[in-house]
């Protein structure tokens, strides 16, 4: 695969300065797909997140989020997911400022997709039901309760399941906002009444329950790629080899119209060859 080979080579040092100096949006938004996709690569994880992966997001993002550019939100979103997956990158997520802020953000940004609040919610969830709880103070505090009962509200079963979750573990330590907040949230947990014991380490545990669905990694979403289908006006032009026409055998011992020689030139009669007009 080319990520381990890049992100032995350097590219985290690279993309990361870029993170702190880019002005340009359509630079900015492709630098974080990059980010995204380098953060696909579980086994290279401990190197990226040492390199700064966590920050450079947080550097792009909290820049300014491209006003124009719906899948700005949904990269921050995928990577801060993908670089959950692993217990050991907890403390990078909790500690640098402003990343789990971003997550709650997304989740309330009006032109947030329903995939982009999905990648938030399981996010979110595996920073909630770690075993260590740095990242369930962080989500706490950043009103995440509230957010997860927001999710739950108005995403599909599989949000329902990950932010009921997520809830179970976060509000023995982190009461509702209000009475209001509080008979929600009842309703949200409830959603999970069956879900199995196993459930809650199925993001978290990403290598040992890929063949669940749920540890598969995201790559980012850009604007820069081809087509799936060619435009209609295009020419298309397709030819076989066979069906060119067979040019005769020239033997340069025996030519009949030997090239003049003499004259300097490269051409007949000596005359250089000219462009074309």
């Avoid at 880019?22 to 980010?35: F, G, I, P, R």
């Avoid at 982009?116 to 969830?125: F, K, N, S």
């Avoid at 932010?163 to 959603?191: D, I, N, Q, T, Y």
Wanted: aromatic share 2%; net charge negative; proline share 7%.
């Amino acid at each position: 695969d080319m990520v381990p080979r890049l992100i032995a080579g350097g590219i985290m040092e690279g993309l990361k300065a870029m993170s702190t100096v880019l002005n340009d949006e359509t630079a900015k938004a492709e630098t974080l797909v990059a980010l995204c996709n380098v953060s696909r690569c579980l086994e290279k994880h401990a190197v990226i997140v040492e390199q700064g992966v966590v920050q450079a997001v947080c550097n792009l993002a909290l820049s300014g989020q491209p006003a124009n550019d719906p899948s700005f939100g949904y990269n921050v979103a995928a990577t801060l997911r993908n670089l959950s997956t692993l217990e050991s990158n907890h403390a990078a997520i909790v500690k640098t400022p402003g990343a789990v802020k971003l997550l709650v953000d997304n989740a309330r940004n009006p032109a947030s997709d329903a995939m982009t609040r999905e990648h938030v919610t399981v996010a979110l969830h595996n920073l909630c039901t770690a075993r260590e709880g740095a990242g369930r103070a962080q989500v706490g505090k950043q009103q995440g309760l509230d957010v997860l009962v927001e999710l739950s509200e108005g995403g599909n079963q599989r949000v329902k399941t990950f932010a009921g979750l997520a809830l179970h573990s976060l509000s023995s330590g982190h009461p509702a906002s209000s009475p209001e907040m509080a008979h929600r949230l009842v309703a949200c947990m409830l959603v999970i009444k069956d879900v199995e014991e196993a459930e809650p380490t199925r993001i978290v545990e990403a290598m040992n329950n890929a063949d669940k669905g749920g540890g598969a990694l995201l790559p980012g979403r850009s604007s820069a790629c081809w087509d799936d289908e060619p435009e209609p006006t295009w020419s298309h032009h397709i030819e076989s080899l066979l069906d060119l026409p067979k040019l005769p055998v020239v033997d340069p011992m025996n030519d009949p119209n030997p090239a003049p020689s003499g004259g300097g030139g490269d051409g007949p009669g000596g005359e250089k060859p000219r462009a074309r007009q």
